[in-house]
């Protein structure tokens, strides 16, 4: 999908962002992105589901913040007088499910880390983590790939999508998702 946001009636990105049923009424490109976002997730989870994976949910709030190299948001258990944790990750549990016997588990499911905000970085935010037990990392690359050139291909009819990495207003940089992906290795030095 081509964004044009010249033909955008409403304009103002931060009157567009804090009150998106304007921005859903009045820039009709809009709406396709939120049907776009549920047709991935719905293959995502389709396609897991057909590999025999299961999927769970675990808890958002935790007594540690744990699972990844970032802030946490905290709050408060008023009950049970407790400090938690806002979930990060949700690696450690899953990783918990595959000890205790569950061979293909995985969750799509928010994430929140109390850290930058930018056009990729979002305080609150969807992933997708999956764990199988008795493979290795070229199965799991494999099946990454087929996840991931088989969405593309069912969205686009090809295997290549144009991404705005600096916001609409800039040109969108092309990413090839061609079978087989190779190794894509991303460094990130901030000096």
Same mark, same amino acid.
């Given at each position: ?12 990105? =931060? ?6 049923? &304007? %921005?859903? $009424? +009045?820039? +009709?490109?809009?709406?396709? !992105? ?9 293959? @995502? ?5 057909? &590999? ?10 935790? $007594? ?5 190299? *970032? ?9 049970? /007088?407790?400090?938690?944790? $806002?979930? !990060? *990750? ?5 990783? =918990?499910?595959?000890?205790?016997? &569950? %061979?293909?588990?995985?969750? !799509?499911?928010?994430?929140?880390? /109390?850290?930058?905000?930018? #056009? ?19 199965? +799991? $690359? ?5 996840? +991931? ?16 990495? /600096?916001? #609409? %207003? ?5 990413? %090839? ?8 290795? @991303?460094?990130?030095?901030? *000096?």
């Amino acid at each position: 999908m081509t964004r044009n946001p010249e033909a955008y009636v409403l304009k103002y990105q =931060e009157t567009r962002y804090r009150q998106c049923h &304007l %921005d859903l $009424m +009045l820039n +009709l490109e809009v709406r396709q !992105i939120f049907k776009t976002r549920a047709r991935i997730i719905s293959h @995502i989870r389709s396609f897991l589901d057909n &590999l025999g994976f299961l999927e769970v949910e675990k808890p958002m709030m935790n $007594m540690i913040a744990g699972g990844a190299a *970032a802030h946490p948001f905290v709050t408060h258990h008023n009950k049970l /007088n407790m400090r938690l944790y $806002m979930r !990060i *990750a949700p690696k450690l549990y899953l990783k =918990e499910l595959v000890v205790g016997g &569950l %061979d293909h588990v995985y969750e !799509i499911g928010k994430q929140l880390r /109390n850290e930058g905000i930018d #056009l990729t970085h979002n305080p609150e935010f969807t992933t997708c983590e999956f764990y199988m037990a008795f493979a290795d990392y070229n199965d +799991l $690359m494999e099946l990454t790939e087929k996840m +991931l050139s088989g969405k593309v291909r069912e969205l686009t009819g090809g295997y290549k999508i144009k991404y705005h990495t /600096n916001g #609409l %207003d800039k040109e969108p940089i092309e990413i %090839d998702f061609t079978p087989p992906l190779g190794l894509w290795i @991303i460094f990130s030095y901030n *000096a």
